[in-house]
Structures are given as structure tokens and as C-alpha cells.
């Protein structure tokens, strides 16, 4: 499996650059627990359209939909995952998630208000020795194509609370994003799902996701 993660990677390297090479997905991360892992339903395909427009990336334009236990999260680059409520790793499907990360794959958990106190349980499972760590400003995800000098915006108020892009680091990799208190699936959903929330912070949202999606396509 790691083979096949490296093996994709060199693609995305090609993908990144040149239309002519065949679409590869985004996947949505399908867990249990009875979480809404379906949540921001525009979210991810809004996301895949705005890189192929400004990044000039090859994705599908569908989201695939990846299950955590399934060998299926090894065929994409990059799984978003989201919700509001419980979440559930089983053994086996958090040894899966963490071949998967430590393969070359990347887990990007957006809180949609709600997902924080289970999602750090479980993904104790996926990495027992791993703590979130606060990234910086300074860190390149912030400093891709789009420049994010504060650092992750803020997208969506729930509690007043500052946004938070938290980290988990595997040997120096970053194998998980963590956007904490910004909601970033609010902002790339449909314009209009959500009145009252602006424009400008609609596209303040898009152009963190595709600073993200850049970061680890090049990293």
C-alpha cells in the first residue's frame, strides 16, 4: 500500500501541472458513530472546482466517497472529513487511516461545530504518540499561492472562540489538518446557504481550501 501512495504521488506531481493527464478525486471521509460525516453537501465539489480553476489541478469534479476501514482511502491524495456529532474509529479502521497517513496520505478534519471532543479521541487511536500541535502563520500552508498572514480565517461564528488550524506531525510530516472554531466547509458550500455570511469570507474560505490542497500536493 505505501507502494501504490508513492506511486500516486509522482502523478500528482504531473497532475499539478498539465491538464492532460487523467482526473484523479477528492474523497469525503464516511465514518460511524451516527455523525453527519454527509454535512457542507457542496462543500468538497465547490472546493474541487475552485482548484481547477485557480490551481489549474485535473480533479474530478465529483467527490468520491471514501469509508475509514476501506482500502478505497489509498486511490485519493487528500480525504476531508467533517460533521457535527459522534464519531467512531473501530480498531481496524483506525489502523487503516493510519497506514493510509503514514503511506503519503493526508486527513483534512473541518469541526462543522460539534465534532471536536470525539474527534480527538479518535484519532488517539489512529496515532497514540501524536498530540495537535497550533500551526503558526509562519507555516507554509498559510503561504502558498494565497497569502493568510493571520493565519486561518475565521468563516463561521458558533462561540466566539478564535479559529485554531491544529496539526498532527509524523515524523515531521503533516498528516492531518485540523481547522478548529473556523468552519471552512460553511464557506465553500453553495453562495446563499448560509445568510448573512459574506462573500469575501466565501472566498477567504475557497482560497484556504486550495492552499491546502496545494500544500500537499507539493509538499
Request: aromatic share 14%; proline share 5%.
Amino acid at each position: 500500500m505505501r507502494i501504490k501512495l508513492l506511486i500516486l504521488s509522482s502523478f500528482l506531481v504531473v497532475l499539478f501541472s498539465s491538464y492532460q493527464v487523467p482526473s484523479y478525486q477528492l474523497a469525503r471521509l464516511k465514518y460511524s458513530g451516527g455523525g453527519d460525516w454527509y454535512g457542507d453537501r457542496t462543500a468538497l465539489v465547490n472546493l474541487i472546482a475552485f482548484c481547477n480553476q485557480n490551481l489549474h489541478t485535473n480533479f474530478a469534479e465529483e467527490e468520491a466517497i471514501a469509508e475509514v476501514g476501506s482500502p478505497e482511502i489509498f486511490n485519493y491524495p487528500l480525504i476531508y472529513m467533517t460533521g457535527h456529532g459522534n464519531v467512531t474509529f473501530s480498531a481496524q479502521e483506525a489502523q487503516n487511516l493510519r497506514k493510509y497517513l503514514t503511506g503519503g496520505g493526508f486527513l483534512h478534519v473541518d469541526d462543522n461545530y460539534g465534532l471536536d471532543k470525539f474527534i480527538r479521541i479518535q484519532m488517539k487511536k489512529v496515532f497514540p504518540e501524536l498530540s495537535f500541535v497550533e500551526l503558526p502563520p509562519e507555516h507554509p500552508v498559510f503561504n502558498q499561492k494565497y497569502k493568510f498572514p493571520g493565519g486561518l480565517p475565521k468563516v463561521h461564528e458558533h462561540d466566539g472562540k478564535r479559529p485554531q488550524a491544529l496539526a498532527l506531525l509524523w515524523k515531521g510530516r503533516m498528516v492531518c489538518f485540523y481547522s478548529y472554531e473556523s468552519d471552512l466547509g460553511n464557506g465553500w458550500e453553495d453562495a446563499g446557504t448560509y445568510p448573512g455570511d459574506s462573500q469575501d469570507k466565501r472566498l477567504q474560505a475557497l482560497k484556504m481550501g486550495a492552499n491546502l490542497v496545494e500544500y500537499v500536493l507539493t509538499q
